[in-house]
């Protein structure tokens, strides 16, 4: 039976860059998830009969409310859905099964790299039929609705038995339990040439690659140890839990000190790599040497040819506006496009199914490409095993000639986190006002061209996007960029992005910090970080 259940609208249930986070006891209150569940398919056209996939990262209230949704799939009219066993699917998981499937759409139940557990954060987010990020126009609808929401429906049905492979009937829908890890597995083997790469690992390579405790653990014991011989013990943390162990699931230099410090030591393997919660972030550690998120990108575009599924070239390149501008020397070598949008993978998608960009990547360790819709972690671990087996040189080899190519973007981000909104805003606002007076003005050596609020103009479907990011932009091509995150659950995280190009050699090899000193201090000054903050130095630095 289908039960309508009274409702009322819960302040705030506005989905972010990617879909809605709340710590966990709020998703826990009575009626939250399922007026948030309820607001998706009530704005979403021609959904009935038809398939949406569902699956999270496996943390905390994960499987409690895949069988909310279940439910109330089988009570708004959809025909199938299709889980992961256990209710498990990273987030390029989902986007390769609903392209596979064709489906309709999908849910996401992540908060992505943050911290799991009873108190820490959970997230519901929704995909379109390309298996990417529902665009605005979808995510404010649903906002609108959940103002409004009276009422919300839910099949009375026991429990789906998630954790078994197999079809069964819920109601009038089929609920059909998946292998999570098998139609991704099957598309990563259609793009990079498997067979270098177990010849790369049969030759002596090693690796370490840490899940965190998180969603790619299974994904990677099949795929490196099982698949390509990554010898046993390659894959640690590789069991997904609930609070992902007591970790911060964010694969940084800061919550993957471990792999950062055993690359940097004596023993170290040839190659270390980590992904986040969902399985969507990235983090590139050669023997001696990280590998920032923007030079990832670069690399990754200008030796992508090397992996069968790129082997004719890629169309174009997109990087989020803060990511640093190293793809942008590569688009120019190759004469291929480049494309500088928001925040946000949603903004790639339209650029991906126009066929204008194939490689994507954002400086907080999102890289992807047209295969999915979202960033994919073990696609940019895989794609590098890719270059490695096919060049034969150290990480540290291939980046060092690649600047010698192309020079080098130093690049730093300064994220000072759960800052009281009004003082976020205080720095925000105190640098926007300054906006019209900065170009022409000389700090130091610093002269700066030109400064704005960045605002998109999307090129396919002509939809705009304004107040992304305030830029302050020297000549010569450094940048000090501003940015307020939209993917914590507490307070504002302030991010501060700072970069310098050095087209020299000879000067490529200081430290990353002491390159980017004289931006640093400019940056606090502009802003006023310190007293508008409170806090004298950044939370992180990557």
């Given at each position: 039976?289908?039960?309508?259940?009274?409702t009322?609208?819960?302040?705030?249930?506005?989905?972010?860059?990617?879909?809605?986070?709340?710590?966990?006891?709020?998703?826990?209150?009575?009626?939250?998830?399922?007026?948030?569940?309820?607001?998706?398919?009530?704005?979403?056209?021609?959904?009935?009969?038809?398939?949406?996939?569902?699956?999270?990262?496996?943390?905390?209230?994960?499987?409690?409310?895949?069988?909310?949704?279940?439910?109330?799939?089988?009570?708004?009219?959809?025909?199938?859905?299709?889980?992961?066993?256990g209710?498990?699917l990273?987030?390029?998981?989902?986007?390769?099964?609903?392209?596979?499937?064709?489906?309709?759409?999908?849910?996401?139940?992540?908060?992505?790299?943050?911290?799991?557990?009873?108190?820490?954060?959970?997230?519901?987010?929704?995909?379109?039929?390309?298996?990417?990020?529902?665009?605005?126009?979808?995510?404010?609808?649903?906002?609108?609705?959940?103002?409004?929401?009276?009422?919300?429906?839910?099949?009375?049905?026991?429990?789906?038995?998630?954790?078994?492979?197999?079809?069964?009937?819920?109601?009038?829908?089929?609920?059909?339990?998946?292998?999570?890890?098998?139609?991704?597995?099957?598309?990563?083997?259609?793009?990079?040439?498997?067979d270098?790469?177990?010849?790369?690992?049969?030759?002596?390579?090693?690796?370490?690659?840490?899940?965190?405790?998180?969603?790619?653990?299974?994904?990677?014991?099949?795929?490196?140890?099982?698949?390509?011989?990554?010898?046993?013990g390659?894959?640690?943390?590789?069991?997904?839990?609930?609070?992902?162990?007591?970790?911060?699931?964010?694969?940084?230099?800061?919550?993957?000190?471990?792999?950062?410090?055993?690359m940097?030591?004596?023993?170290?393997?040839?190659?270390?790599?980590?992904?986040?919660?969902?399985?969507?972030?990235?983090?590139?550690?050669?023997?001696?040497?990280?590998?920032?998120?923007?030079?990832?990108?670069?690399?990754?575009?200008?030796?992508?040819?090397?992996?069968?599924?790129?082997?004719?070239?890629?169309?174009?390149?997109?990087?989020?506006?803060?990511?640093?501008?190293?793809?942008?020397?590569?688009a120019?070598?190759?004469?291929?496009?480049?494309?500088?949008?928001?925040?946000?993978?949603?903004?790639?998608?339209?650029?991906?199914?126009?066929?204008?960009?194939?490689?994507?990547?954002?400086?907080?360790?999102?890289?992807?490409?047209?295969?999915?819709?979202?960033?994919?972690?073990?696609?940019?671990?895989?794609?590098?095993?890719?270059?490695?087996?096919?060049?034969?040189?150290?990480?540290?080899?291939?980046?060092?000639?690649?600047?010698?190519?192309?020079?080098?973007?130093?690049?730093?981000?300064?994220?000072?986190?759960?800052?009281?909104?009004?003082?976020?805003?205080a720095v925000?606002?105190?640098?926007?006002?300054?906006?019209?007076?900065?170009?022409?003005?000389?700090?130091?050596?610093?002269?700066?061209e030109?400064?704005?609020?960045?605002?998109?103009?999307?090129?396919?479907?002509?939809?705009?996007?304004?107040?992304?990011?305030?830029?302050?932009?020297?000549?010569?091509?450094?940048?000090?960029?501003?940015?307020?995150?939209?993917?914590?659950?507490?307070?504002?995280?302030l991010?501060?992005?700072?970069?310098?190009?050095?087209?020299?050699?000879?000067?490529?090899?200081?430290?990353?910090?002491?390159?980017?000193?004289?931006?640093?201090?400019?940056?606090?000054?502009?802003?006023?970080v310190?007293?508008?903050?409170?806090?004298?130095?950044?939370?992180?630095?990557?």
């Amino acid at each position: 039976m289908i039960r309508t259940v009274p409702t009322k609208p819960f302040d705030g249930q506005k989905p972010g860059t990617s879909g809605l986070r709340k710590k966990v006891p709020v998703f826990q209150q009575p009626g939250y998830v399922e007026n948030f569940v309820q607001s998706i398919f009530d704005v979403l056209e021609g959904s009935a009969g038809q398939t949406l996939v569902l699956g999270g990262d496996g943390r905390f209230f994960n499987r409690e409310v895949v069988q909310i949704v279940l439910k109330m799939a089988a009570a708004a009219g959809f025909g199938r859905v299709l889980v992961g066993q256990g209710g498990l699917l990273s987030t390029p998981a989902v986007s390769a099964v609903i392209r596979k499937r064709k489906a309709f759409g999908g849910i996401v139940l992540s908060a992505s790299h943050n911290p799991g557990g009873p108190e820490g954060d959970f997230g519901i987010k929704y995909n379109i039929g390309n298996g990417g990020p529902a665009p605005e126009k979808i995510t404010d609808a649903i906002f609108a609705r959940t103002k409004t929401i009276a009422e919300y429906r839910i099949l009375e049905a026991p429990d789906v038995d998630i954790d078994v492979i197999g079809t069964v009937a819920l109601g009038d829908l089929t609920v059909e339990v998946i292998d999570p890890v098998a139609d991704y597995a099957e598309l990563m083997q259609s793009l990079f040439d498997f067979d270098a790469i177990r010849a790369l690992f049969r030759s002596g390579f090693h690796m370490r690659f840490d899940a965190m405790s998180a969603i790619t653990g299974p994904y990677a014991h099949r795929i490196l140890e099982q698949t390509l011989g990554a010898a046993p013990g390659s894959v640690v943390h590789g069991t997904p839990l609930p609070d992902f162990g007591g970790h911060h699931p964010d694969p940084n230099l800061v919550y993957a000190k471990d792999l950062y410090d055993l690359m940097m030591g004596p023993d170290a393997p040839d190659f270390g790599a980590a992904s986040d919660g969902d399985g969507d972030r990235n983090l590139i550690i050669g023997r001696g040497i990280f590998v920032t998120p923007s030079d990832s990108l670069a690399l990754l575009a200008a030796n992508a040819h090397l992996a069968p599924g790129y082997a004719k070239g890629i169309a174009g390149i997109a990087r989020s506006m803060p990511t640093s501008r190293a793809a942008d020397r590569v688009a120019a070598a190759k004469g291929i496009g480049i494309y500088e949008t928001p925040t946000g993978w949603k903004f790639f998608g339209n650029l991906l199914d126009a066929g204008m960009a194939t490689i994507c990547g954002e400086e907080s360790a999102g890289t992807g490409s047209n295969h999915v819709r979202e960033k994919d972690g073990l696609w940019a671990v895989l794609l590098w095993l890719n270059i490695l087996a096919q060049r034969r040189q150290s990480v540290a080899d291939i980046v060092a000639e690649h600047w010698r190519t192309y020079g080098r973007n130093y690049y730093s981000r300064h994220d000072y986190e759960e800052v009281a909104t009004e003082k976020a805003n205080a720095v925000v606002d105190r640098i926007r006002a300054a906006l019209p007076s900065l170009p022409g003005r000389s700090f130091g050596a610093l002269k700066v061209e030109a400064a704005d609020d960045f605002a998109y103009h999307d090129p396919v479907d002509g939809s705009d996007s304004a107040h992304q990011g305030l830029r302050v932009l020297f000549e010569g091509g450094s940048r000090i960029i501003y940015r307020l995150s939209g993917t914590g659950t507490a307070g504002a995280t302030l991010r501060i992005y700072i970069e310098r190009f050095e087209p020299d050699p000879a000067r490529h090899g200081q430290e990353t910090q002491a390159a980017l000193a004289d931006l640093i201090v400019l940056a606090r000054q502009l802003g006023d970080v310190p007293g508008n903050t409170g806090m004298a130095e950044p939370s992180v630095v990557t």
